[in-house]
């Protein structure tokens, strides 16, 4: 069956469609059948009232800007990225992607913006901890190759937001802003066990 030539553009985005669709459908398929195993798998990664190994320090504000910090770690303390720089607005938020496991929570860092920032954009934070599709924030030495496996899995799935239509799902965001501080002070994210996001001085 021939094309016509006018038609072309309609099935290249047709194609693309159903191809998005398709990876939309077995990603969630994947992470469904996938979710009641999680809490076990991950179990000794979980968060529960508990420190992320990933700071903010803020430096200041300006009449229209704020210049800050983020600081990514290793669950073993070593540095695996930052990214400093100024924004327009008065405080900085951090998105976060949370899936429940067992008694507790995975996080990872989605976006960053302030209050300035136009709806839906921001910073991927996700570059600065991904290592080669594994995320650096839960890398130690004590990492069984079952967990290992696991996290990348799941690292693997929240990956697909970046891009993924969100006409087809989402996985669950929360967002934690840092309104007050004391200039050149690190603030720790924290998990809640309900889920919450908290910036804390240690």
Not at 101 to 121: E, H, K, M, N
Not at 183 to 198: I, N, Q
Request: proline share 3%; glycine share 8%; aromatic share 12%.
């Amino acid at each position: 069956m021939r094309i016509a030539r006018g038609t072309w553009p309609v099935a290249i985005v047709a194609t693309l469609a159903c191809v998005v669709a398709i990876l939309a459908i077995a990603r969630f398929v994947s992470f469904f059948v996938w979710s009641d195993s999680i809490g076990k798998d991950l179990a000794r990664l979980t968060l529960d009232d508990t420190r992320l190994p990933v700071t903010l320090t803020a430096y200041g504000r300006s009449t229209d800007t704020i210049s800050a910090r983020l600081d990514f770690y290793t669950a073993d303390g070593d540095l695996s990225g930052t990214l400093e720089r100024s924004w327009s607005g008065w405080e900085i938020k951090v998105d976060c992607i949370l899936v429940k496991a067992g008694s507790g929570w995975i996080a990872f860092p989605f976006l960053a913006y302030t209050d300035a920032s136009l709806p839906g954009s921001g910073i991927d934070l996700v570059k600065y901890y991904n290592r080669s599709g594994f995320p650096a924030i839960y890398e130690s030495v004590r990492l069984s190759a079952q967990e290992r496996k696991a996290i990348r899995r799941l690292f693997s799935i929240a990956r697909t937001e970046l891009w993924m239509p969100s006409v087809f799902g989402s996985l669950m965001h929360r967002t934690v802003a840092l309104r007050t501080f004391e200039p050149g002070v690190e603030y720790a994210l924290y998990v809640g066990s309900d889920g919450t996001l908290r910036f804390r001085k240690d």
